[in-house]
DNA sequence: CCCCGAGCTGAGCAAGCGCTTAGAGCCTTG
DNA sequence: CAAGGCTCTAAGCGCTTGCTCAGCTCGGGG
C-alpha cells in the first residue's frame, strides 16, 4: 500500500519518499534555502526554522548538514535518470524519442527549478564519495541521450557529426533551465519543453534538399 | 601608451587593467578560489594566502570580499557584451554574424572557464545595488543576439517561430559551457566553439525542401 | 640624516558557524 | 499507572569567519 508517494493521479509527489514527516519538512526546508542562497550561505539554523523547529532537531534525522544535501542530490538524480531511461526506452522512432526526452526533462527543470538547481548546481559540496556515487547517475543519464542520437544516425533519421558533443550540448541546454527560469515569467514549463524539443531536434535532422 | 593592458599579440590580457600589481595577484586568487570552492566557501584567507599576503593585506586593496567579486563581476561582464556587439555590428550575412558570435562567446567560456564560472555563477552573491548594475549588463547581451536574429528572419535566412525563446536558449547553451568545460578534457575550446556555432546555425536555418 | 606616507603584518575582536548534550514532554506498551 | 523509548528544545562548546588596528619596514624628498 502507499501512502504519501503517490497522490490521486498516480504521479509520484515530489519528497513522498522521505519519512517521517518531520524528516521531509526539514528536507523540503533545505532544497528551498539550498537553491536560494546555495548550500554554503544556509545555516541549519535557517533550515531548522524554514521548518519550524530548534537548531538541534535536525540532528535527529541527519548526521549532518552534508547528508541533507546528498539525500536532496540523490533523489533529484534518481528522478532525472528515470525521465531520461523512459524515454530513451520509449516506443517510436529516434525524432520522437528525442523529442520526448527534451520536452520531459525540460519540464521538470522547469516545473521544480528550485529542487533541479541544488541537483545541478551543488555537486562541488557534496562529500567525495557521495559525489562519485552521483556522479555515476549523470553518466548513465548522459549514456540514455547518447544512445537514441546513436540510433538516429544508424537508421538515417539524424545527421550528427559529433554524437558525444551533441549529447552534451542536448543535456547542457536543458540543465540551465534550472538557473534561468523563472515561476513568475511568462513561460510555462510545457512551452519551454516544447520550444526546447523543437530547437533540438533541429540540430540533429537530417537536411531535406 | 599600454603597459599591462596588452600583450605582444595586441590581444588584452586578462586582467590588465587591475592596478597596482598587488590588487590585481588579489583578484587572480579571488577568481580561481571563488571558481574552484563558490563565493561563500571562500574566506578571506584563503584568497590572500594564494596571493603570498597576510589576510589584513586584502583590506587594503578593497573593502570588503563582496567589493573583490563585484569588481571580477563587472570586468567579466564588460568583455562578454564586448564579444557579443562586436559580433552582432561586424560584417557578413546574420548567419556569419550569428556563427560568430557563438564561437567568440563560447571560446571565452571555456578558455576562461574559471573567470566565466565566477561570472555565471555568482550573481546571487552581489550586493542588491551591485547585482542590478550587472543585469543591465547581461540585458545588453541579450539584446546583441536577439537583433542578429532578427535580422536573420527579416531577410529570409532564418526560420525562427520564438525570436526571445531561442536567443534565450542560444546564450544559455554558451553560458553553460563554464559549468562543464575542462581544460583537461578532449577539447578545445577552439573545437567546442565550431560545434556549437553549427548547432545553433542549424537551429535557426530555414529548412531547404 | 630624519621624517613620512604607503604597503604590509601579527594579533585579535565580535559574531556566527556546525554540531553536541542534558533533559523535558509525550506516546506506546504491559 | 509505571517504564521505556522517541522526538524535540534550551543552552552552549569549540572553532572559523569577515574584518580591524597598532605598529613594522622601506624607498624618496627636505
Not at 7 to 21: I, K, L, R, Y
Not at 34 to 48: K, S, V
Not at 153 to 162: H, L, T, Y
Request: hydrophobic letters at 45%.
Amino acid at each position: 500500500m502507499r501512502t504519501a508517494e503517490q497522490t490521486a493521479d498516480g504521479e509520484s509527489a515530489p519528497w513522498g519518499e522521505v519519512e517521517p514527516e518531520a524528516a521531509r519538512r526539514l528536507l523540503v526546508a533545505a532544497v528551498e534555502a539550498f537553491a536560494e542562497r546555495g548550500y554554503h550561505a544556509t545555516t541549519t539554523r535557517d533550515i531548522a526554522s524554514r521548518a519550524g523547529m530548534s537548531p538541534a532537531a535536525l540532528y535527529i534525522h541527519y548526521k549532518t548538514k552534508e547528508e541533507l544535501l546528498h539525500r536532496i542530490s540523490r533523489i533529484g538524480h534518481d528522478k532525472a535518470l528515470e525521465i531520461l531511461t523512459a524515454a530513451a526506452d520509449g516506443g517510436g522512432t529516434a525524432a520522437e524519442r528525442l523529442a520526448e526526452a527534451v520536452r520531459a526533462f525540460v519540464r521538470w527543470h522547469a516545473e521544480r527549478h528550485t529542487t533541479a538547481r541544488v541537483v545541478q548546481y551543488e555537486l562541488d559540496a557534496l562529500a567525495p564519495e557521495h559525489r562519485t556515487e552521483i556522479v555515476g547517475l549523470r553518466r548513465r543519464s548522459d549514456a540514455a541521450v547518447r544512445r537514441i542520437l546513436g540510433d538516429g544516425v544508424r537508421d538515417g533519421e539524424f545527421d550528427v557529426p559529433d554524437v558525444p558533443g551533441t549529447t552534451l550540448a542536448v543535456l547542457s541546454l536543458c540543465i540551465d533551465v534550472a538557473r534561468w527560469f523563472n515561476a513568475a515569467g511568462r513561460r510555462t514549463p510545457e512551452e519551454v519543453g516544447a520550444l526546447y524539443a523543437d530547437l533540438v531536434l533541429r540540430m540533429v535532422s537530417a537536411q531535406k534538399e
